[in-house]
């Protein structure tokens, strides 16, 4: 019996070792635009790629490129990386994705994959200044120097104007075929799959690791979408107005907090929104807010917290550095600058127009406070209050919708059901709230 339980030990003893002596090797996929979303995923495949002792990471590869200043933050972790960094061309690297695939130990491509066309282009497909060029020659010269691959020729990927014998003719830029790419030391072998790029590197016994993103960080990627942005920033300026509207209610202020903080939580952890930027928003909502319930009329404020807010919002959706857009293209300030002039004028739209009806629809009626306090039910209201019912006086300030009117000789509290009224236009009192009178515009 010994001698089995013996056996026995030794059999789990070599299936533990035989576990621990395999390679670890991690596959991350760089298939789509190269923008913080992606980088943030490739900073979370590395971090992965140490946390389960990786002995090799290979990059599934297939892109037309992205943002160059995240191209080049992906380049840096690369390059960082401790142990062997491999990609896989499996049918583009083109740009931002050229300039990666070099930053990698070895390089590996499919039958039919390219490499190259490396050309810095605006959001429209044309051409940017030279002053990206530039950029973009500097870092893929240097980067193929690193890897001891031709600089030339990395430059040869970015300046058409380039001439190198038996390569390539003044007028065009380099894109490789995968023949092209090995005969010039740009690729290591042609391969169909992963698992040959291990067989080629005498990798046998190993165990796979795809890294893919957890369901937060797939919700915190979405919410870097612009689109929902703009639909962010309509929601935080509809719920604070919407809470001020109905104090205690809570809905609309939750509203607003949630889509605050899905707004910024993603660029802060994508390193885009700066501890400044993020105080620069909240001075500019405490402003506007301000402006529409406290400070009578339209002024230095309303003008300063509107401008602080949408420059705000636009360096937060940037990876500028303080103010500095060198390298940042004219298309992304463009989007970021048209969705938030758009959020912005969104909610404004809202509170303008839908306020009112919202206020008094009968889903908010079921979730605001509407009770009356009849007298007999032993409420009591201000006597001279009750007897200003219908009277009819003016706006001595704007009405936003609180604020104060002037009915016989005396300045008074007064409020509207959600519509503007500018100063010195003709009220009606219709109900009263306390020693607060309710009044509508006098139209007619």
Known sequence: ???????????????????????????????????????????????????????????????????????????????????????????????????????????????????????????????????????MRSIMRSTAEENHRDPRIAEGMVDERVVIDSVKQAGKVITFTTTEAIAHGYCEAKVESIEEILKRNKIENYELHHFKLGATEKIIAFFLNPFISGILILVILGGIYFELQTPGVGFPLFAAITALVLYLVPYYLNGLADYW????????????????????????????????????????????????????PLGDIVQASFVAVAGLAGGFLLLIFAGPKLLESKAFQRIALNDAQNSAEGYTVNANAQSMLNKKGVAHTVLRPSGKILLDGEVLDAFTRGEFIEKGEAVEVIGTEGVTLRVRKITE
């Open 1 to 135: 019996m010994r001698i089995i339980l013996l056996m026995v030990g030794i059999l789990f003893s070599v299936q533990a070792f035989a576990q621990s002596g395999k390679k670890q090797v991690m596959v991350m996929d760089i298939k789509d635009e190269i923008d913080p979303r992606m980088l943030r995923y490739v900073k979370l495949a590395f971090e992965h790629a140490d946390k389960i002792k990786a002995d090799y990471v290979i990059i599934d590869m297939d892109t037309y490129g992205g943002v160059l200043t995240d191209a080049k933050e992906i380049v840096d972790v690369v390059m960082d990386s401790k142990k062997p960094v491999w990609v896989f061309i499996n049918s583009d690297a083109a740009s931002a994705g050229a300039l990666i695939s070099i930053a990698c130990d070895s390089i590996y491509m499919s039958p039919g994959a390219s490499i190259g066309a490396a050309t810095v282009v605006e959001g429209d497909g044309k051409q940017a200044p030279d002053k990206y060029q530039s950029y």
């Open 277 to 328: 930027e993020i105080i620069a928003l909240f001075v500019g909502l405490l402003l506007i807010m301000a402006e529409i319930f406290v400070i009578p009329g339209f002024g230095i404020a309303g003008v300063a917290g509107i401008t602080l807010t949408l420059v705000s919002l636009v360096l937060i959706m940037l990876n500028n550095d303080f103010f500095n857009f060198e390298f940042v």
